[in-house]
């Protein structure tokens, strides 16, 4: 029996290396908006890198280094107290877009899972780049569509409730969300 | 029989089998490219005559790699959710069962003949060999961390694998199934192509954003290409005077020029661009757009996007999913 006790840490390591097995893949989310004012007057408020901390109600401040070059960066200070750091890897005034990823960001919480702390990130995520894109659909309404494409904060199997999947597109999306709603209701407002 | 009567009877019988075959829909038909969607279970069927889909197959859970071989007859995709691989025939478009691989199964690619499959083991830090026919994992070779992209010969003799977290590549040895070669490239190489003309593998380094360009028989290295942000996966074109990389964060594919090893152009194509294949034509490239679920299908000489084909949800992708 006893040899049988220290067998069990060991049975404990199998179970945990095949359960590795499954590891995360990526996910993706596509938030939208339709507003009633023409294409250019809603890329003029968001064309600024750093405009997300006028029209996002979560960010409340924002320093842009780098000027819309690839590689050029935004430090985002959220309301929560968190900060983000995205790295701009397109810009495109033509097509009225522009991509960047996440780089770097705070520390939500701390947690233990599987027997180790884990830093959730103050958004659940991993590999994060973005694209927001204004599309005209006629000459006074357009469409702003706003994609994320990511992994979940957890990059082993089963992650806990606070980095698994459904986190990670909850989180991305509410932010997507809350932003573009209210881009539509400062533009709107000032039609 | 005089000559002129000769001429004119193969003229009689050529002239409508020419007809026929450029005309009946079973001489269009082919090839077919297999795009697994890793999204929706299922691996969406383009005839590249059309360049539209005509058949969406069910597979296994969040398909990702997917290989054609034996003429188009074989079709390998590896399913790293339910831990298998479907086994499709790429004649009849049926499923003709699933085979069990392990942890981690995403790279995979299968001998010219489709007597042999290769899939990588992502978790396990091995390439496993399948027999077709039999429908079971044969051998195991184990090789470096987390290996992904894979090339096999011409002659079905040597089998090369990128090992993502090793930054290496290695030379497995069909026959005896060993590692006889590996050798230190870019940063987390990816997808791999293998040029047997010009006796070269070209590597696509994630991290470091470049392709490391190796002598195929020794793996010594002959130079690296910067290319564009986070490249993916390779294709020939034009019987090797061309590569194609796929660049998932700018939306793009590198194409260089074998001659000069130089980037010769920058081309658009859809979202977070994945897989990417050759048709036999040599001409025609075939671009796997994961966030458009689409593939966008580029002309490689004049340089130019033909046209996109909208795929299923989450299109990967990852191999060869053209038949050679």
């Given amino acids: 029996m006893r040899r049988l006790i220290s067998l069990l840490p060991l049975l404990a390591l199998v179970w945990m290396t095949t359960a590795v097995a499954h590891g995360p893949s990526r996910q993706k989310i596509a938030v939208d908006v339709t507003i009633a004012a023409p294409a250019d007057k809603v890329w003029e408020a968001i064309e600024d890198f750093c405009s997300?901390?006028?029209?996002?109600?979560?960010?409340?401040?924002?320093?842009?280094?780098?000027?819309?070059?690839?590689?050029?960066?935004r430090r985002l200070t959220l309301a929560n107290g968190g900060w983000i750091v995205d790295e701009l890897k397109k810009y495109d005034p033509k097509k009225r877009m522009y991509k960047y990823r996440i780089d770097e960001m705070s520390t939500a919480k701390t947690i233990v899972w599987a027997g180790k702390e884990q830093a959730?990130?103050?958004?659940?995520?991993?590999?994060?780049?973005?694209?927001?894109?204004?599309?005209?659909?006629?000459?006074?309404?357009?469409?702003?569509?706003?994609?994320?494409?990511?992994?979940?904060?957890?990059?082993?199997?089963?992650?806990?409730e606070e980095m698994n999947e459904e986190a990670a597109i909850e989180a991305t999306t509410a932010f997507h969300r809350k932003g573009l709603e209210n881009l539509k209701k400062l533009i709107e407002q000032s039609q | 029989m005089s000559r002129f009567s000769l001429l004119s009877t193969l003229l009689k019988v050529a002239a409508p089998a020419a007809l026929f075959f450029c005309?009946?829909?079973?001489?269009?038909?082919?090839?077919?490219?297999?795009?697994?969607?890793?999204?929706?279970?299922?691996?969406?069927?383009?005839?590249?005559?059309?360049?539209?889909?005509?058949?969406?197959?069910?597979?296994?859970?969040?398909?990702?790699?997917?290989?054609?071989?034996?003429?188009?007859?074989?079709?390998?995709?590896?399913?790293?959710e339910s831990r298998d691989v479907t086994l499709i025939d790429g004649n009849t478009l049926q499923v003709l069962g699933s085979i069990p691989v392990g942890e981690g199964p995403l790279g995979v690619a299968v001998d010219r003949e489709g007597r042999r499959g290769y899939v990588a083991d992502w978790y396990q830090h091995v390439v496993r060999v399948i027999d077709i026919l039999k429908r079971r994992v044969v051998a195991t070779v184990r090789v470096g961390k987390s290996p992904a992209g894979l090339a096999v010969t011409r002659d079905g003799r040597r089998v090369y694998v990128a090992n993502r977290d090793s930054d290496s590549v290695s030379l497995i040895d069909a026959v005896t199934l060993k590692v006889v070669a590996s050798r230190k490239v870019g940063?987390?190489?990816?997808?791999?192509?293998?040029?047997?003309?010009?006796?070269?593998?070209?590597?696509?380094?994630?991290?470091?954003?470049?392709?490391?360009?190796?002598?195929?028989?020794?793996?010594?290295?002959?130079?690296?290409?910067?290319?564009?942000?986070?490249?993916?996966?390779?294709?020939l074109a034009r019987d090797g005077g061309?590569?194609?990389?796929?660049?998932?964060?700018?939306?793009?594919?590198?194409?260089?020029?074998?001659?000069?090893?130089?980037?010769?152009?920058?081309?658009?194509?859809?979202?977070?661009?994945?897989?990417?294949?050759?048709?036999p034509d040599g001409r025609r490239?075939?671009?796997?757009?994961?966030?458009?679920?689409?593939?966008?299908?580029?002309?490689?000489?004049?340089?130019?996007?033909?046209?996109?084909?909208?795929?299923?949800?989450?299109s990967r992708g990852f191999g060869i999913f053209i038949a050679p």
């Fill in chain 1, 120 to 160: 959730v990130p103050v958004l659940p995520v991993a590999n994060y780049s973005a694209v927001i894109e204004v599309k005209p659909i006629d000459d006074n309404t357009t469409r702003v569509v706003w994609k994320g494409a990511f992994y979940r904060a957890y990059m082993n199997n089963n992650p806990p």
């Fill in chain 2, 285 to 314: 490239v075939y671009v796997v757009n994961w966030f458009s679920n689409s593939v966008t299908v580029l002309d490689i000489e004049r340089l130019k996007s033909l046209t996109t084909v909208p795929t299923g949800e989450g």
């Fill in chain 2, 187 to 235: 940063s987390h190489p990816f997808g791999i192509a293998l040029d047997e003309k010009r006796r070269r593998l070209y590597v696509a380094n994630v991290l470091s954003n470049d392709v490391t360009v190796l002598e195929a028989d020794t793996l010594k290295p002959i130079t690296t290409i910067k290319v564009g942000d986070r490249p993916y996966a390779i294709a």
């Fill in chain 2, 23 to 80: 005309f009946h829909p079973l001489a269009l038909a082919k090839p077919y490219a297999f795009i697994t969607n890793q999204g929706e279970d299922s691996v969406s069927v383009i005839d590249t005559a059309v360049d539209r889909v005509v058949k969406t197959i069910k597979v296994g859970h969040k398909p990702s790699g997917v290989a054609v071989g034996g003429d188009g007859k074989i079709v390998l995709v590896t399913n790293p």
């Fill in chain 1, 52 to 73: 997300i901390e006028k029209w996002h109600p979560d960010v409340t401040g924002c320093v842009h280094e780098g000027g819309y070059k690839k590689g050029a960066t």
């Fill in chain 2, 242 to 279: 061309r590569v194609v990389v796929t660049n998932q964060y700018e939306d793009t594919v590198s194409v260089i020029d074998a001659a000069s090893l130089r980037v010769i152009d920058t081309l658009d194509v859809g979202e977070y661009p994945e897989g990417i294949s050759t048709h």
